[in-house]
């Protein structure tokens, strides 16, 4: 059975390279989340927008008031 020899100066570029590697993949993924947040977020100010041009047939249909609405139409991003 033949050993396969890595020098250390091998080893350590190869544990830099992993090391490189995972911290890629951490922040490639948190900008995929951010990225997902932010789309949700905008999304959420988006409906509640189309809260404030409802009719109050409409309003009525979903089960809310027309207070209720502007409530929830001027409600920050964030919420």
Known sequence: ???LRISSQDYR???AISG???IAEGLFGGLVRIEHEFAV???RQ???RQLLQAD???LRDIGIT???ARREALR???D
């Open 46 to 48: 988006r409906s509640r």
């Open 56 to 58: 109050d047939r409409t």
């Open 20 to 22: 490189a590697r995972k």
């Open 1 to 3: 059975m033949t050993m």
């Open 13 to 15: 570029i190869q544990v």
């Open 66 to 68: 027309r207070s209720q």
């Open 41 to 43: 977020r905008q999304e």
């Open 76 to 78: 920050g991003f964030w």
